[in-house]
């Protein structure tokens, strides 16, 4: 699976942002996806993930109320939508494929990875 990750940019604080996550080669098919980010120097962060069907959306705490994610299956897409951003929200956000049909936060149980998108959110 071939992921690619789209929609970031430089957005002031308050703001929205839409990120993407396509996947080609193969499909998303049966597997649930999630949305990481990662700071310089820091440690890669979960953020949200959206099970196979998309009735189950999960989200770290820091994001709930806030971000949005969802899928299109018959797209192979799924969607981040990123509102009330705040500058500590800036990093480079990554899509991942699970090797389950059910939302897990733990990175490891992602085994296909987008190359990144950068979000930056000015005060």
């Known amino acids: 699976v071939q992921l690619q990750a789209s929609g970031g940019g430089l957005v002031q604080a308050g703001g929205s942002l839409r990120l993407s996550c396509v996947a080609s080669?193969?499909?998303?098919?049966?597997?649930?996806v999630g949305w990481f980010r990662r700071v310089p120097g820091k440690e890669r962060e979960f953020v949200a993930a959206?099970?196979?069907?998309?009735?189950?959306?999960y989200y770290t705490d820091s994001v709930k109320g806030r971000f949005t994610i969802s899928r299109d299956n018959a797209k192979n897409t799924v969607y981040l939508q990123m509102n009330s951003l705040k500058p500590e929200d800036t990093a480079v956000y990554y899509c991942?494929?699970?090797?389950?049909?059910?939302?897990?936060?733990?990175?490891?149980?992602?085994?296909?990875w987008g190359q990144g998108t950068l979000v930056t959110v000015s005060s």
């Open positions: 991942a494929v699970s090797l389950s049909s059910l939302v897990v936060a733990r990175s490891r149980e992602y085994i296909y």
């Open positions: 080669g193969r499909t998303f098919s049966g597997k649930a």
């Open positions: 959206i099970n196979w069907t998309g009735t189950s959306p």
